[in-house]
């Protein structure tokens, strides 16, 4: 039986808008950047015959909507509450889960069946607890693979199952366009067009050498053997976070630097409020700065302490910015963590000082928690 599982939300933030607005339920529901040079980051399955889907140009996805359509900022936080729920019953089923985003993931059962049945019995509880315990609705897809239960999954969207039975997954690959391989992009897909490949049969029965001169050995090999179903990695449960933070892009290009710092005080609340959820500090701060013409830079800072404190990492970051020339225009700020480790009560807070700050962020997050993220917002300094 197959013991991979992928497990998908579906339209996970648009159904969390639905959820908390019954109202909602059966229009075309748009979340993402209400500005100008806003995206989509998710849309109801109502929104889609309408040709409206995740990264597309929101002024784009307002020109396409019907009349019905309801645009919604998003809500991170509310999001990541629904997710915490959906990942704990996840890891009730296995401890072999890994996260691919807030709403998905990849399970192992393998070591499960024996006290919780077969996978379809396993599918059958997840989806059942998740819609019971969260309101929101899962799709899965069960194969051998880890490639294949994630087409799989993609496939029965939405709110459907598909389990690939051993000894049926080339039959189910051959016909599907070869764009649904991991790693077609369209410059890829170009090349294949020009093979004549069109579907993942046609590749699988392609000459190898043929294969390897038009895409190189180690994308030919990848393909070909992905074509074959043959994916040999393994899930890997509570991969290490690399990095935490958050960036903006802005309606209109942000000349002021005054304005730019203001700006950085909330992306460092943001990024602040993140590690202290996630019990993590960290000592590297980068800043990251995109200008209108697109040109990206970015610039860092170690700290000889960690801190997961947000006015440290603000300090960290209006310094970086001192050294970013802001003439041109800024389009978009972001502001990340990294080299993180666990949070250490004892080596925490050595001064005074640090002890106020934190208890007054930590003071800050519990009545966001209560509240709602809008229920607080950083003070610009005078």
Same mark, same amino acid.
Not at 143 to 148: E, I, Q, V
């Given at each position: 039986m197959p013991s991979m599982l992928h497990v998908d939300i579906d339209a996970f933030y648009a159904s969390v808008e639905q959820l908390d607005a *019954?109202? $909602?339920?059966?229009? *075309?529901?748009?979340? &993402? &950047?209400l500005g100008p040079r806003g995206v989509v980051a998710a849309a109801s399955y109502e929104a889609r015959p309408f040709g409206i889907h995740s990264a597309l140009p929101m002024a784009r996805a307002r020109r396409l909507a019907p009349p019905d359509a309801v645009f919604c900022a998003p809500r991170f936080e509310r999001y990541q509450e629904q997710s915490r729920k959906v990942m704990a019953i996840l890891r009730s089923i296995t401890p072999f889960v890994e996260p691919l985003a807030s709403d998905e993931a990849f399970l192992d059962v393998s070591g499960v069946t024996k006290s919780q049945g077969p996978p379809p019995v396993v599918v059958g509880e997840i989806r059942r607890r998740v819609r019971d315990e969260t309101g929101l609705t899962a799709s899965v897809g069960a194969?051998?693979?880890?490639? $294949?239960a994630k087409l799989a999954s993609e496939l029965a969207k939405p709110d459907g199952v598909l389990i690939v039975e051993p000894g049926t997954e080339l039959d189910l690959l051959r016909p599907l366009d070869i764009r649904r391989l991991w790693g077609v992009g369209p410059a890829t897909h170009a090349k294949l067009e020009r093979l004549g490949v069109g579907t993942i049969g046609e $590749?699988?029965?392609l000459d190898r050498e043929a294969l390897t001169r038009a895409l190189g050995p180690h994308r030919a090999e990848h393909l070909f053997a992905l074509a074959h179903n043959r994916d040999d990695r393994e899930v890997v449960p509570d991969r290490e976070v690399k990095s935490i933070g958050h960036e903006e892009t802005f309606p209109r290009d942000l000349h002021d630097r005054r304005r730019l710092e203001h700006e950085l005080m909330r992306l460092a609340d943001r990024v602040g409020s993140r590690l202290r959820r996630a019990a993590k500090t960290g000592?590297?701060?980068? $800043?990251?700065?995109?200008?209108?013409?697109?040109?990206?830079i970015s610039r860092s800072r170690t700290r000889r302490d960690p801190t997961d404190l947000s006015s440290e990492i603000a300090t960290e970051a209006r310094a970086l910015l001192d050294s970013v020339d802001v003439g041109d225009g800024v389009r978009l700020l972001g502001i990340?963590?990294?080299?993180l480790g666990a949070l250490e009560l004892q080596s925490e807070l050595p001064f005074d000082g640090n002890r106020q700050r934190s208890a007054l962020e930590r003071t800050v997050d519990a009545v966001r928690e209560r509240f709602g993220p809008d229920a607080v917002h950083p003070g610009a300094e005078p």
């Open positions: *019954p109202e $909602l339920v059966g229009r *075309p529901v748009i979340v &993402g &950047g194969a051998t693979t880890m490639f $294949l $590749l699988a029965a000592r590297t701060v980068r $800043l990251k700065v995109r200008y209108g013409n697109f040109r990206t990340s963590v990294t080299q």
